[in-house]
């Protein structure tokens, strides 16, 4: 017996591409990520950065789910508008290990409340519970397929 075949725009992947890419639109213009010279990528760094820094690269890539020349094209990015550091790892000297800056932390401060209040109006009318069951599920999804990289 054949399983029916789901129409693609109701299917995970596609909503979830195409909320992902939508919020990341919104969360762009009202941010002013652009003003600042930074784009969706350089906020997904930013935002592992600002939950835990000194990170190597392979684990950006991993999380951020890019390649590892994409992520360090980033990196000199955001090094060079002074955002984030490189410092050598004192126990494997291969490794670089990511920082933040003081201008890097102070844009927490400016990105975050912006992209949070995004998020908020884009749920708003969406019943608590209906949104933990969706992060969730997501989160176990992202969780399937990250942890077998790391």
Known sequence: MSQAVEFPVNSLVFLTNRVGRLLANEIRKRTALDELGLSAQHMGILV???VKEGVRQQDLAVSNI???GTIARA???LEAA???VRIPDQEDKRNKLIY???RGRSLREELLPEAQQTVQEATEGIPEEDLAICKRVLSQIYQKFTC???
């Open 100 to 102: 933040l800056t003081h």
């Open 148 to 150: 077998n990289h790391k």
């Open 75 to 77: 990196l000199q990015s």
């Open 48 to 50: 592992d950065l600002w």
């Open 66 to 68: 890019k390649d590892k």
């Open 82 to 84: 002074n955002i984030v």
